[in-house]
């Protein structure tokens, strides 16, 4: 079994993140975690699910959702909360936010995906360092060559290129949902509502990490760290390499030789 406070140390040492990674475990029954915060009962109301992975990841707690808690019905809907819905709902959910007919929009719902209704009762999540629980995906978020450092570590062991989704929106369903169902990584862009409600900023972005990759990638990143062509802090080859100065330094530079006798070296 891996030990994810060593995971923690290596994503810390390698990758550098501003804010914590975070573990999510999805249950289908209702249970509590130990130390855990309940959005009703720490807030006094209900939170989406990417203000609970904000307070993870920004405040290092552990949080469970429970149904009750939820105040996002697209996200409950994405984690198997009720039945399927019809076109008729399905028509509204994203005309006119996200598509220019409600047609369009009954597609893009059809694309999302979505747990089988019941399967998540329970949302747990921590950030990695206090995590004590065996999670179904880990998040890194990060600027975009930290996330490109995630992508080289995830090829690493197949050289498979990684495919994701990209919708603008529901960024929970993307980096949770779909990698237990594909078992596949996923880059995810931040959509609107993460941005207005999480606080997620113009640079980050996130990377999810299925529990059946995870020892592949902690081997990817170790191994490709080595190998010295892409790390961070990133080196910058351009210091070796002899500057052009500007004009205006011309003939200082010609005094500087002539007066001490030294030579600028080619």
């Known amino acids: 079994m891996i030990d994810l406070h060593e995971v923690n140390a290596l994503i810390e040492k390698y990758l550098k993140i501003p804010s914590f990674p975070v ?96 399967k998540a009762k329970t949302i747990m999540m921590a950030a990695l360092q206090r995590t004590d629980f065996s999670p179904d995906v880990i998040i890194i978020y990060g600027g975009p060559f930290q996330i490109a450092r995630c992508i080289q570590a995830g090829i690493w062991k197949d050289g498979k290129t990684i495919t994701s989704s990209f919708p603008g929106r529901m960024a929970c369903a993307y980096e949770i949902v779909l990698p237990i169902q594909s078992g596949h990584y996923q880059v995810v862009v931040p959509g609107g509502g993460e941005r207005a409600f999480a606080g997620t900023q113009d640079h980050e972005m996130s990377f999810a990490i299925p529990k059946n990759r995870l020892a592949d990638f902690v081997e990817g990143l170790i191994a490709t760290h080595k190998a010295g062509a892409n790390r961070i802090p990133t080196p910058l080859l351009s210091v070796q390499m002899k500057p052009k100065m500007p004009p205006q330094y011309t003939n200082l530079g010609v005094w500087l030789e002539q007066s001490c006798g030294w030579m600028n070296q080619q």
């Open 23 to 118: 573990a999510v475990k999805i249950i289908d029954r209702q249970e509590t975690l130990a130390g855990g915060k309940k959005p009703l009962e720490c807030c006094g109301h209900t939170l989406a699910l990417c203000q609970g992975v904000a307070m993870a990841r920004r405040f290092g707690w552990k949080l469970f959702f429970h149904a009750e808690d939820w105040a996002c019905p697209v996200g409950m809907y994405a984690f198997g909360f009720g039945k399927e819905i019809g076109d008729d709902l399905g028509s509204e959910i994203a005309f006119p936010l996200y598509t220019e007919t409600p047609k369009a929009s009954v597609k893009l719902q059809r694309q999302m995906p979505r747990l089988a209704e019941g």
